[in-house]
């Protein structure tokens, strides 16, 4: 290159050879074969992606539901998502990232567990109100998770198959979101069948979230063994430092 550019290098400039293995050629099925808690952290990835979109596209394509304006609802819903993104700003490196997605969850599940129940009847102005109140916050909250899982998950995939990773889970969040315009089908039949179907897929993603470990203040892994390590992790709320400890033997930290 310096050859080409007619640039003459110093004379003290010195090429270095890389180390043997010093980045492992690691192919993106390792995720699912490596060890059953590398497996199981994927999956619970793929869902968290998977619900986090349904979830947020469904109530989109819902808003005709709720009473009031619908480009009015879905602009508050824009203002309202735009604080909750800020606001988390000082939250997530705090509190954590787990906490945070396994909070916003429960946001989601309570939010649409109350439209659940409410009449759908245009007689009932404030049980409308409550409704479109909860469907604004979680829809908010929705896209809260959606930016959210982008960080947690590139800080919990290794540096080898981080981007094949993330590929992955971006194409199960399509699948999704494609999925999701359907539930205008399913509102014609039962309007309160979206609600209770939101609501399970908010319990599992919370059960599946509980499985990964927390990544704030922590070094990022660099290879599948490290990601496995991960599952030593501290799950304290408030644990500002919880480094990765890695040995030869993968054996768990003290």
């Given at each position: 290159?310096?050859?080409?550019?007619?640039?003459?290098?110093p004379?003290?400039?010195?090429?270095c050879?890389?180390?043997?293995?010093?980045?492992?050629?690691?192919?993106?099925w390792?995720?699912?074969?490596?060890?059953?808690?590398i497996?199981?952290?994927?999956l619970?990835?793929?869902?968290?992606?998977?619900?986090?979109?349904?979830?947020?596209f469904?109530?989109?394509?819902?808003?005709n539901?709720?009473?009031?304006?619908?480009?009015?609802?879905?602009?508050a819903?824009?203002?309202?998502?735009?604080?909750?993104?800020?606001?988390?700003?000082?939250?997530i490196?705090r509190?954590?990232r787990?906490?945070?997605?396994?909070?916003?969850?429960?946001c989601?599940g309570?939010?649409?567990?109350?439209c659940?129940?409410?009449p759908?009847s245009?007689?009932?102005?404030?049980h409308f109100?409550?409704?479109?109140f909860?469907?604004?916050?979680g829809?908010?909250?929705?896209?809260?998770i959606y930016?959210?899982?982008?960080?947690?998950?590139?800080?919990?995939f290794?540096?080898?198959?981080?981007?094949?990773g993330?590929?992955?889970?971006?194409?199960?969040a399509?699948?999704?979101?494609?999925?999701?315009?359907?539930?205008?089908?399913?509102?014609?039949?039962?309007?309160?069948?979206?609600?209770?179907?939101?609501f399970?897929?908010c319990i599992?993603?919370?059960?599946?979230?509980?499985?990964l470990?927390e990544?704030a203040?922590?070094?990022?892994?660099?290879?599948?063994?490290?990601?496995?390590?991960?599952?030593?992790?501290?799950?304290?709320i408030?644990?500002?430092?919880?480094?990765?400890?890695?040995n030869?033997?993968?054996?768990?930290p003290?």
């Open positions: 290159m310096a050859s080409w550019n007619k640039v003459k290098l004379d003290e400039f010195e090429i050879q890389p180390k043997e293995n010093s980045c492992p050629h690691e192919r993106a390792s995720l699912f074969t490596y060890s059953r808690y497996c199981l952290a994927t619970s990835q793929l869902f968290i992606w998977f619900t986090a979109a349904l979830y947020f469904a109530l989109s394509f819902n808003m539901d709720v009473m009031g304006n619908p480009y009015v609802n879905l602009a819903t824009g203002v309202m998502e735009i604080l909750i993104n800020m606001s988390s700003y000082f939250v490196d509190i954590g787990r906490w945070c997605l396994l909070f916003s969850f429960v989601c309570i939010s649409v567990g109350i659940r129940f409410l759908h245009n007689l009932h102005y404030t109100s409550v409704k479109t909860m469907v604004i916050v829809r908010a909250v929705a896209g809260f930016s959210l899982v982008y960080l947690y998950s590139a800080e919990i290794p540096t080898t198959v981080r981007s094949s993330l590929g992955l889970c971006v194409f199960v399509q699948v999704s979101s494609l999925i999701a315009p359907f539930v205008i089908v399913i509102h014609d039949d039962n309007a309160n069948i979206i609600y209770t179907v939101l399970l897929f599992m993603a919370f059960l599946a979230g509980w499985n470990p990544t203040n922590c070094p990022l892994p660099r290879t599948i063994a490290e990601m496995d390590a991960m599952k030593y992790r501290s799950y304290n408030f644990n500002e430092k919880s480094p990765l400890i890695v030869d033997q993968h054996e768990a003290n």
